[in-house]
Every structure is written in structure tokens, then in C-alpha cells.
């Protein structure tokens, strides 16, 4: 695609057919000048406007953070040009982690977790959970199970993501999917997450109508622990359940 060129001293377009070489002769007033030269200056011209958008962009940037964090702007603000221009290794963002986590910005966390996730997934490990964690809070369930599906690729033993990724499944709907990592929990018998476990399970199968699965495991468990009095909130909901059925069949 030829290049149109303007005479300065007119302002008329040159046509292709005055442009001899490196040379370049206006057809209207007779001025002339290197096509070489011309485009030299024309580069300069477009470097010098490009960086003074983003130089002024960077302090614009800068006084925004600056304004939102307060001492810790030394820091930050470097971090953040590296995120937001892509620039950004795996140890910067790491480091943009904790100090989110330190000032208790969570959106910041997340952001700074999703990059790893995504420009780094095969250095990513325990940033995996703790994305996936704050996703299931947030209620992103489907940011969630991408998360936490790519932590357990690497770390299928752990509990606390099976627990976290149940979760997820069970508010998508995923009953399948939820159970089976229920199951796991309550089959590896972990301390302290078995019981949440169970009575997150619990209270899906409730949902999900399946009342008799949720009583058969209230009962064991009961037996198990010797509490007869063991989850029941869930009993009480079950019970609840069953009596809306029954009064529906009278009508």
C-alpha cells in the first residue's frame, strides 16, 4: 500500500507519481525533499507522541495507587505498571500477592491470582487453592472449579480442596460430582474436615430431596460419635420435609 504524503508549504497530496527515488517534488508550489528524511522525522514524531501517552499514562496510574495505598506506594506502584503492561514475572506477582493480602484487598489478591494462573500454570500450586477459595467466596463457583480442578492435578490428597471444590459442584448443581469429593473426604477420614464435610453433604442431599441418603448418615454418625442429638438442624429439616409432602398429598 503506497504512502500519501502532504506538501508542508501548500498542503496539497503529492501523488505517488512525484515521488522519484529518494527524492519527493510537489506538482503545486514546486517544494522538495528527501522521502527519507520525511519519513525519519515522521517516526520521531510518532515515537516522542507515543511516549508521552505513556509517560503521562504511568503518572496518572501511579497517583491513583499512590491515593489508595498509602506507605505501602514504593512498593506497589512498580508492581502494579509490571501487572497491568503484562510485564509482570511470576515472582513479581507472588510478591503483589502478599502485600494485597497484608492491606486485606481481596480484589487485588484475586487479580494478582488469576495472572499466575494464567501466564504461569505450570509454576502455579498452592496459589491454585487459594484462588479457587476466593472465587467459591465470591461466588464465581464456575472460576472456582477450574481452580481447583487445576490444584488437585497436582496435589490429589488434599482434603481442603476436595472439601472447597464439593462445595463449588454442589451450588452448580453438580450433585454427581459434589458427592464423589464429599466421599473422599469422609473415606480419608481427615481431622476436623471430615464432620464439615459430612455436614455439607448433609444438607446437599437435603436439597436435593434425597432424604433418606441424609438420614441413613445423620443415624451412623450419631451411633458412630454417641451424640444422638447430632446434627439436628438436619434432622429437624428432613422431618420438615416430610410433613409439607404429606399434607400436599391430603389436598
Known amino acids: 500500500m503506497s504512502r500519501q504524503h502532504k506538501c508542508p508549504r501548500c498542503h496539497s497530496l503529492i501523488p505517488d507519481t512525484h515521488i522519484f527515488g529518494h527524492a519527493i517534488i510537489c506538482s503545486q508550489c514546486g517544494w522538495s525533499a528527501s522521502a527519507a528524511r520525511e519519513y525519519f522525522i515522521d517516526e520521531q514524531k510518532n515515537s516522542t507522541i507515543n511516549a508521552m501517552w505513556m509517560t503521562t499514562f504511568a503518572i496518572v496510574v501511579a497517583f491513583a495507587v499512590i491515593g489508595n495505598w498509602g506507605a505501602s506506594s514504593i512498593d506497589i506502584v512498580p508492581l502494579k505498571m509490571y501487572q497491568w503492561t503484562g510485564q509482570a514475572s511470576h515472582k513479581d506477582l ?15 489478591v484475586k487479580e494478582a491470582l488469576l495472572d499466575i494462573a494464567d501466564r504461569f500454570p505450570k509454576e502455579a500450586n498452592q496459589e491454585l487453592l487459594e484462588l479457587g477459595i476466593i472465587q467459591g467466596q465470591q461466588e464465581d463457583y464456575q472460576g472456582a472449579i477450574k481452580s481447583l480442578e487445576m490444584y488437585l492435578g497436582k496435589n490429589s490428597k488434599d482434603m481442603e480442596a476436595h472439601y472447597q471444590l464439593a462445595i463449588a459442584y454442589g451450588k452448580m448443581g453438580e450433585l454427581k460430582k459434589a458427592s464423589a469429593h464429599y466421599r473422599q473426604i469422609i473415606k480419608h477420614k481427615t481431622p476436623n474436615l471430615e464432620f464439615m464435610a459430612v455436614r455439607s453433604y448433609v444438607d446437599l442431599l437435603i436439597e436435593n430431596n434425597l432424604l433418606d441418603r441424609a438420614e441413613k448418615i445423620i443415624v451412623f454418625y450419631r451411633h458412630k460419635t454417641g451424640h444422638p ?9 428432613i422431618h420438615k420435609v416430610r410433613e409439607t409432602k404429606i399434607v400436599a398429598k391430603r389436598k
Open 229 to 237: 442429638q447430632l446434627m439436628l438442624k438436619q434432622s429437624k429439616a
Open 94 to 108: 507472588l510478591k503483589l500477592t502478599e502485600i494485597c493480602k497484608q492491606r486485606k484487598r481481596i480484589s487485588c
